[in-house]
Structure formats: C-alpha cells, structure tokens
C-alpha cells in the first residue's frame, strides 16, 4: 500500500443479495471509500447502479469465489442458503455469522435464543407435528397468530386463529410445515432499534422508532427524539440478545410495547431494517453507514438522527394508476424522495420518502400530508 | 409509459465532467429516481463507480450525442469547450446554459455582468494589452492581485501585486494572457451561498456558508444557522444575478463581508460547490439534490441544514505520508467522511468530511478536534 489513506479506499464489502438494501448500503459505502460487490440473480436488481453486480444465484461458485475476495460479506436477506454460507464461512468474515442467522432464520429458535437470552416474547408453541396442536391455543391464551417458522416475510406465512378448529384449518392452509403458534399481545404500539457489535465487542446503537404497518406490511415510522425510557429499556434488550448471540455486524429488533411500558420482542432481523431507513436524511449516521462500518470492523459510534425525522414507505397497490404524487411531494418541505428501480408489482416495496422537520410538532404536521400524497 | 411512477424512475441527466462533483450528483440522483451519464476521459473518474461512465474527450461525437439522449445536462466545471456546448444546444436543455457560462468563465466579463446585476464587486482593471498596465494599479487602490481572466481556479493564475514593477512582472509570469486587476478588499469573512431557478423561474436558495480557505484552497465551511441579515442579504444578491442572467439550473456565490456587513460578490460558480458539501448531512436537501431538480425542472425548495454543520477539506500535501487519522475521525461524534476515488496528488482535492453537531458550540468544540486529524 502506497500510504495508509488509501487503505480505506480500497476496502471492498460483498453482500448477499442485490435489492434495495443492497443499493442504500452501496449508496453509503462509495463515500466511505469501500465498494460494495452484490451477488444477485435479478438483473435488475437496484444495486447495479452503484456496486459490482454478480448476476448469478446465491450459490454461484464464481460469484461466491468473487465476494471471498472482499473485506467482509453481509446480507439483505435471511434466507441466504446454507451452501453459500458453509463456502464463505472460513474465507472471509460473514457478518453476521451462521450461528446468529440459525437463530434469526427461525422463529421457533429465534424465540427460544430470544428467552435464553433474557428477553421477553409472546407466549408460543412450537407446532410441528398433528399432536403439537392439542391444547397449543389454550397454552397461548385462547388465540393467537400461527406463522410458519421459515420464509416468512411482511405479514406473509401468518394466519389469525381464534378456535381449536381454526388452528387446525390455519396449519393445513399453510402446507403442515413446522410452525409457531403465537399468543396475541395487547401492545401499544411496535417500535424497533438497530444494535451493531464490532468483532471487538464495541456496541453501538439506532434510534427508537414507533412504526405503523398496514396489511402486515410497515408503513410508517417515526423517530421524534423522545422515548428516553422506552429506548433505554430497549438498548439494553439489544445489548443482552446481540451479546448472548454473538452478534458480528448489525441487527435490528422489533419490539411489541406493553400497556405497563415492558417491551417484548416480537422479531430479531440479522440486517438493517425498513424502519431504519429514517437515519438516511436525520443528519446523523445512517444506518447502512453503521452497517458499513460495523461489517469492516471501522469505529462505530450510534447513530442517530439530530432532529425529527419519518419515513412512509411506498408499497405496489393493486390499482397501478394509484401512484404517489411525486412533483407534490418534491414540493413539501422536508422531503427526501428514494426510490429503489424495481419493476412495479402489487404489494411490492417499491420506494420510500423520508420527511424531516425542525421539531416533532411540525413533523406530525407534514407527515399527514405526505401520507395522504403515497397510496 | 406504463405508469406515472416510473416517469421519475427513467429520467437520466447528462454531465460532462466525471470527478467527484458528478459522483456527489448521481449519489443523489439514484435515490431521486434519476441516472446519471457522465462525460469524462479520466478512466479513474470518481463518477465510473455511481454513473454511466462515457470515458471520453468533453469533444467525442458519440459521447456528447449521447448526452444529447438525456432530460437534460449539466456541467462540473465552467470552462467547457465552445464545441461541446455548441453540440448540445438545441438538442438537450443545458443548464446552466452558454449565455451565463460566457460570463462566469471569464473574470472581466464576469464582474462586468454582476455590476450590470446590481451586484457590488471588487474594484477591477482589464488588463489585455500592454497600455492596460498603465495606472492600472492606482485605479485599484494602489495595490491588488491579478489573475488570468480564465482557466483560474484554486488560486492558481492569481499573483499579488504592491508595485507597478510588481504588476509588469506578474503579468509577464502569468505570460501576457489576458488578466483582471482585482483590487484588495479588506474583508472581514468570506461566505457563499447557492442560488437554484427552474426554467419556469421558480427560485430557491442554499445555506449562507461562512469559510477559510489555506493557501488559496478552501479550507472549512462552516453553517450555524444565525447570520439572518447577511443570509438575506446574499439572497437578493443571488436572485438579482440569476434573474438578470437567466440562471437554469443551480450556481453558486462567493462573497466577501466588508467591516460594514456589505457583501461584494468576489466569483460565480456555475454549478454545486465545495463550499456547498455540508448540506449533504444536513438533513435537508443537498446541493446535489437541488442541482437535480433545478436541471431536471422538478419542484425545488430551499436546500438548508436544519443543524449546525460544518466541512473540512482534504487536500493532498507534499508529505505523502502525512494523512488524515481514518480511525480517530470515525470514532469523533458526527463525522460524516467522503472520499472521491482519486489518485492522489500534491495539491488536488481528494475528499472532504462533514461534520454534524446540536448547536453551534458543539460543533465549534468538534470542528477543532477534526481539523487536528486532517493534515
């Protein structure tokens, strides 16, 4: 190296899957002097735009020879299949790790690692055979949601149960794969928060955010800078969970807020998350800068907007003449429009706007507005 | 079109030029919905890693028919070559266009336009001939600083002068090309300020940026919100200038601050600036953002932090091995750090960090710690 300021320029991130997360951290790293290689098989994955695209299948020994190259590889998504993780793992860091993603892949599991490591959840059962739904609902508390331990994204793979009969209609509905019966929780309102961890162990922290889905599928999110006692409350959930996990990278847990203020986490993602992309235009770090920075073991400090900020994703609609109103949009103050170069399908996330304003009155304000310009 | 949505998703903007004000452009332009194609014959050029990179002479036929193909196109630099533009014009807005660009890449005609504007500039001498030089200097003010009427930038082509002898000299070393004397303006601070106009006329207005420079280099820029009377004032300058140049598209002021709060207008940008770098962490819209749907002719509102914000340059110095401290500059709260993918060189801009704080005092307190960590 011909002198230590380009060591950084010359860092390279691979990432597991070409989506929008994809593009929003290659967005970020270019300015950090790291290039971001993507392996994806869509061609027309968003990231193309801003990082080397590997237009192959996760499993592709070419492509997964070319991100053992990198720096450190990350993912977007889960699901990443476990002969491309076993290939990676040794010749490059995966962060986070098959150990963190075996938990976070499965809800069953997930919930389990969750209490083991001294986090709250919904009561559940585990249901994988005929006999595991005998008394499931009543140990539950009389009705509950049964999703399918894997695969399940955006309310997809999710049934309401209310009866014994329902329970059994439900898992038959969902194929008999392994399961998770979980209990309903009278919560509040669902707020999440990012955790990164360095190979070092350095911590480093997201906002609080309240979010608000619609159809199972977020909608919004807003972080007004409040919530001293709950985001307290709720790094130190991230901190045990992501310590007890060993966690490698980011993570980002979604919490269920109880009526007393306890937090029970309702899902672990062993990646940034849709409700953190708020921090791209809150004047702080972004949350894919953290993940930059946490994934190649660079200093990390928590990153957190300077001043109120939202998000209202864009989500396909079925009705395909239903489109945002852009140019009013551009026109409202304290916008930030992104948009992810996906082709439109209905219910698919296809961009999203963040909105900032100098306090959370005027916020609230705006954002009324603006969610009435996004179908 | 199949839908309204993808309108924005398939607008491209051309650029000639490829350094690390394009790169800056298409980061922005990605989330916007908008591609990016640069012009540019440096195979290295920052903007390869976020554009589609045309690796060309500013002059290629293919290159500047493909440009042509663009909504529109835009320029990083002033002094593009007559052909190039005389290519464009016609066949793709450009913007800003020929008309105010023959005033801002050229001194004299420069500070003649902006007094024609009613904007006060320095007392000035054209110097074109050797009968030029003849009291010149008293005309000035009896001393001043000559600088070539173009292709100055950086404080390169500039020479101080206390002589007449000083004067003959200088002009001869700057080899007889034509040159402005520029009177010394005893100035209290230097700001800057960009200005946007859509071709519909709608105008908007950056951040009033107070900044040092080192050796003839920008140094830091600094925004902390208060100057409301010198922000006011640098914003009737600028819409007297854009409207009376017919402004398309985004440029920016450089103003001196007299002892008595009068702002003379020292040079025009016709595009984004250094200056202008911090809005990127803001938490408004950047100058980038602004450039965007200034060109694009997208509805555009004031572009301004809404915390206090600061820049520091990086600029390649003699000692190689002297370079900024990378670790310590992530570890410091606020640091924002972009690097441009360039090859380093004595002298040549090679990345900037941003620095966000609160309020102005914490800003103030980190601005120092951060200008120690960069040499």
Redesign the interface.
Known sequence: M????????TLSLGILGGGQLA??L??DA????V?VVALEPDPQAGAR??AEHLQAPYTDPQGLARLAECDAVTLEFENVPVEALEYLEGRVPVRPGAGLLAHSKHRAREKEALRAAGAGTADFAVIESESDLDGALARVGGQGILKTSELGYDGKGQRRVRSEAELRAAWDDLGRVPCVLEGLVPFVREVSLGVARTAQGELAFGPLVENVHRSGILRTSVYAGADQKAAAQARELARRVAEAWGLEGLMTLEFFELPNGELLVNEVAPRVHNSGHLTQ?????SQF?AQV?AVLG????DWK???A?AMVN?VGVED??A??D???I??L??T????Y?KA?RSGRK??HVNL???DAETLRARLEQLEALIP
Chains 1, 2 share one sequence.
Do not use: F, N, Y
């Not at 270019?30 to 002097?33: E, M, Q, S, T, V």
């Not at 660079?298 to 400090?301: A, F, G, I, Q």
């Open positions: 011909k002198w230590e300021g380009q060591e950084r320029r593009q929003m290659a967005l270019i300015p950090l002097g290039r735009l801003c235009d809150g004047g702080g770090i800068g920075r660079l200093p990390l400090s907007p300077l001043h900020v864009w395909e003449t489109q945002p852009w140019d009013a551009d026109a103050p304290g930030h429009i992104h948009l170069h439109w296809l961009g900032t304003a100098p």
